[in-house]
């Protein structure tokens, strides 16, 4: 039959019956199998109400771990440099990230065979869901954890162990040993971890590439940069082992999607099956090129960040609250009235982040950690909260 023909009998039929029509439509929007238990990501993020806000009063956005400033002038001036070039916005950008691959391979220490860029450390997690889950397939995750990396899993039909540990502020190693299998396909890990900031000895996730080289260990450090603690050496020794990372925290680029993944060469090329060469666009491989030019700057941030630390821990310790500053660039803070709370901090222009639903999470928000100026700021307003 040709396909005019089927045009034309699928065009009478709609004139004819729009209830017919209505029952194929149903068809043409169901999600495949393994999306339908999903729910919308509801996004809520501070930014319109900070906008909305009188001009000139100073508020604090401190819901999404973000940097509080600005990245590196260097990343304006390679912005401003490359709009004003030959290589203006109509032309793709420069396939697979080349000159990024070769700015991390001194960043990272491991050579650009092993390293790919990506549409922000999201779009790394997700390939790599993409490239080795199959319906079915078992994924261990100790949570709480980063939740996006669970809905990639589920989205491909993954059956997912989360490993829950008796307090959420511990490695729970051996829990994760417990729920792991010969069997199992991945195991996720972050560290620090998201929401709690829980770091992993490298010594551990070493102990589990070799214990189930038959797993695929994912290990997320969005936060590297702030605890300095990393198993990036050992993706040169152990093919079981991917690192992911992002310029969206330390580096201050959240806006425009950078990060990218290091993996044993095999697990490139298998990625590579999948891996669009287009996904970073140009101002995000010229800016990230550009933050890792001026590592100064990212280093003041760093001290920036941990002083700041210790002033909200004396803080929170002089009033007792049950408040944990982790080696991340957020702190978690348990409160009587979460609620209550939350629209207080809001009222005084601090927006942070209801972690409460989250295990082992009960009454805690998440408030990401600035300069030490704004946290000077900050503790004037929070002193009138708790
Ligand atoms: C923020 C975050 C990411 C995602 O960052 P991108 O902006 O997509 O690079 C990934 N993992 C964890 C744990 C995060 O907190």
Redesign the pocket.
Known sequence: MSSLNYRLRAKKSEDNAPALREVRARKAIEVAPAVQALTPYIAVTSQAAIEARPNGETTFKLDW?ESTIAPSPRVHEAILAHLSSHRDLNWYPQLGSTDLVDALQKYTGVSGEHILATN????A?QLICNTYLSEGDKVVAPVPT?N??LVFAESRGADITRVCADTAFTSNIEGIRDAMSQDTRILYL?SP??PTGVVLDPKDVEALCQDYPETLIIL?E??FEFSQVTGMPLVREYPNLIV?R????AFGL?SL???YLAADPRIIEGLSRIYNPKSVNALGQVAAVAALSDLDYLNDFLAEVRASKELLREFFASKNADAQITPANFVVVRVDNLPETLRALEARGVYVRDRSGYPGLKDCLRMSVGTVEQTEKLIERLAEVF
């Open positions: 771990n922000g450390s999201d779009d997690l980063y996006h990396f972050v971890n998201n997320d969005a936060y992911t992002t310029f969206s925290k959240a999607r950078v990060g």
